[in-house]
């Protein structure tokens, strides 16, 4: 009963604030604010952003964490970028692009889940020595340029629009339904929750928590993998360094959505209204030409402001999950 409280309070939080920020810029810029031309920027830039924060957030709801989303993000999309600039534009050279791109991050993904369940190294560590060997690699691969020139059905999807609304943010809505129904309505879902609750407790009620880890941390990097292809189409190219800075953003939408950094509660619904939230800021922020760096000090500031008010009951609610039997 706590958990579900906690949950709906931060997502009461999230929607007073989005109303606020769209009643401040209402004021300020009512008309290029509520333009067509503003909305479908904001739609346009969250698909990729959102698929790497549920990559994010998934990890966490276990208690770990994935430094390496931007780093796996890239080595599909390079690998995939290899594929469709070698081979004709046809349907199987479609697929076999996206089976490149896959099995670069399923391999990944099988890597951080051993080296965090089996070997047992902190998820912080692992994923950091991930993320610096891809990132090597990634340089080494592409020797530090990028790969553009894209046939048309890659950068078709970027391109489409359905009832004036950009397709890349369609296909975020299902990823994360899709998310939401496996961590609400399977087994596999209840043993995330259970483990980041307590593993340990987990463990001895029979689950098998270090399967359950190496599933998380592949469907993370597979997550990775789709917000490649939307970056591939989206910018025509696939190079070492891009969207380095979506890591924080990721961890910080997570959070903000409610998601308990220890683990064990947190939904997929919080962290979309923070997204929304984060990028309506941004929009706003720069079309009144505000730096980007004073909107970084603004996230870090909504962010401590919710610790703020949400800081007196995790506590307790640690307390509750640590000591609660299950069930």
């Known amino acids: 009963m706590s958990k579900t409280t ?78 469709c600039t070698h081979l004709e534009p046809t349907f199987s050279s479609l697929i076999v692009m996206l089976l490149a791109g896959v099995s670069v991050a399923l391999v990944v993904g099988i890597i951080n ?112 993998a789709v917000a490649a292809l939307l970056m591939m189409s989206k910018l025509n190219s696939a190079k070492a360094s891009y969207g380095e800075s979506l890591l924080l953003i990721t961890i910080l939408a997570t959070v903000l959505g409610g998601v308990n950094p220890d683990g064990g509660f947190g939904k997929v619904f919080g962290i979309v209204l923070a997204l929304f939230l984060l990028q309506m800021l941004e929009s706003g922020l720069n079309i009144m030409g505000v730096s980007s760096y004073i909107t970084m000090a603004l996230w870090g500031s909504l962010l401590l402001a919710f610790i703020f008010v949400k800081g007196a009951k995790v506590p307790a609610l640690r307390f509750l999950r640590q000591n609660k039997p299950l069930q």
């Open 113 to 224: 889940g051993v080296l965090i369940s089996v070997v047992r190294v902190s998820p912080i560590l692992a994923t950091l020595g991930i993320m610096t060997l891809l990132k090597g690699v990634n340089v080494l691969i592409s020797k530090g340029s990028a790969i553009s020139n894209f046939p048309s059905y890659v950068l078709a999807l970027d391109r489409s629009y359905f009832l004036g609304v950009p397709v890349p943010l369609y296909l975020f809505a299902v990823v994360a339904l899709l998310l939401w129904l496996m961590l609400a309505k399977t087994p596999l879902g209840r043993q995330i929750y259970l483990s980041g609750s307590n593993e340990k407790a987990t463990f001895y009620s029979g689950i098998n928590t270090r399967r359950t880890l190496i599933w998380v941390y592949v469907i993370s990097s597979l997550l990775c």
């Open 6 to 83: 906690q949950r709906d309070h931060t997502e009461r939080w999230l929607v007073a604030l989005l109303v606020l920020v769209a009643g401040v810029f209402s004021v300020l810029i009512p008309q290029v604010f509520w333009s067509a031309a503003n909305f479908q920027s904001i739609a346009s830039q969250i698909p990729v952003a959102g698929i790497l924060t549920l990559a994010m957030a998934i990890t966490m709801l276990t208690g770990g964490i994935n430094l390496s989303i931007i780093a796996t993000a890239n080595a599909s999309a390079l690998v995939m970028a290899w594929v």
